[in-house]
């Protein structure tokens, strides 16, 4: 069984280095009648599932450059973009997310995040009904690592970007509280006006891999993946304004990283934090919103890479709760379907559906 997890403020005070529950509270008991249903094996290094909207069909990105459809029990043949051979793809690198454009059903548009031959990022928008594929966000990494790749539709129709830190360990240029570097960031771009700049909506994140927003309420979701010690997950409220600060390099988690100086005022702290006993990479989720599995509705889901283990943490707050189902290695993305029905991603080849058993 986990530990019990440690929650904090969602404001975290200036002066302080913690706060909230202390981590005695035993941990609410493991959600049971949930099991995992095999629905395709035998991928190449998946990371990422998303709804193709206005259909029942899934699409599965493969980080070595294939974006399959999963359509009436099999995947077709025809990828619905293939960059083979185009991409870097040693370790966090290579074809990342995909998300579809709110106006799909009338402009076949969709967004994909990559690492080109060089190491540097690109969010790209590409026509699903001609292939054609164009750069939208070019930003250049200074290391292979951290390079977030989360890609997400908000309520406002604009598309937000996870950026992490440009790589190495412990931010060493300090990205992440630099307001003039992309990196270390939660961008939105407004894809209805081509050419127009980026804008940080989020910063102080080390690398947020999977984000993603509730539907119910709008609230975003973020799993940002810790240094050492910490994993942590973050919550920022519908219609917050731009300019949350969560904090890294001065913390990891909900303590201190960066010793030296004074913390700026107003940081946000994350809404969970498990230690390094538990996990070595958070996997973020989403918030439960199908009608299948009524004890994880309103629930965000969330795991970790390295041990597998998945919990479920109530949207409203409150404590997570482990989810009683086996432990998926290479945990690599969650993702739902057209019915909001909710899959878990292996880099191992699988993607799984979440039914009632158990």
């Known amino acids: 069984m986990p530990r019990a997890w440690l929650l904090v403020p969602l404001l975290l005070a200036a002066a302080c280095g913690g706060g909230g529950a202390s981590g005695t509270e035993p941990p609410p008991a493991a959600a049971g009648g949930i099991a995992l249903r095999p629905l395709v094996t035998g991928l190449d290094q998946p990371v990422d599932v998303a709804a193709v909207p206005g259909t029942s069909d899934l699409a599965i990105v493969e980080k070595t450059g294939l974006v399959r459809v999963w359509h009436a029990g099999g995947l077709q ?27 799909y059903r009338e402009n076949g548009l969709a967004y994909v995040d990559y690492t080109d031959p060089d190491g540097n990022t690109h969010v790209a928008e590409l026509d699903t009904r001609t292939g054609a594929l164009r750069t939208i966000l070019f930003v250049p990494q200074p290391f292979a690592n951290h390079n977030g790749g989360a890609l997400a539709f908000g309520p406002d129709g604009l598309l937000y970007v996870g950026m992490g830190d440009g790589g190495s360990e412990g931010d060493p240029q300090g990205n992440g509280q630099n307001p003039s570097s992309l990196l270390g960031k939660i961008l939105r771009l407004d894809v209805a006006r081509p050419g127009s700049p980026p804008a940080i909506y989020a910063l102080g994140l080390r690398n947020p891999w999977r ?52 913390l700026p005022s107003g940081l946000t702290g994350p809404v969970a934090v498990y230690s390094h006993d538990e996990g070595c990479s958070i996997t973020g989720g989403v918030v ?71």
Request: hydrophobic share 35%; proline share 5%; net charge negative.
């Open 211 to 262: 984000f993603s927003f509730d539907e119910a309420t709008g609230d975003l979701w973020i799993g940002d993946v810790g240094q050492n010690s910490y994993e942590e997950v973050d919550r920022l409220s519908a219609g917050a304004p731009p300019g949350a600060n969560l904090g890294w390099n001065l913390m990891e988690g909900n303590v201190r990283y960066d010793e030296e100086g004074s």
């Open 288 to 358: 439960y919103r199908g009608h299948d599995l009524p004890q994880l509705r309103g629930r965000y889901v969330f795991g970790d890479f390295c041990s597998g283990t998945m919990w479920s943490l109530p949207a409203s707050g409150g404590r997570a709760a482990p989810l009683g189902v086996r432990a998926v290695q290479q945990l690599s993305s969650f993702g739902v379907d057209a019915s909001g029905e909710l899959y878990v991603v292996s880099l191992d080849g699988n993607v799984r559906k979440f039914v009632a058993g158990g």
């Open 77 to 103: 043949p025809q990828p619905l973009l293939d960059l083979t051979g185009q991409l870097a793809q040693s370790g966090e690198q290579g074809l990342l997310s995909i998300a579809f454009s709110p106006g």
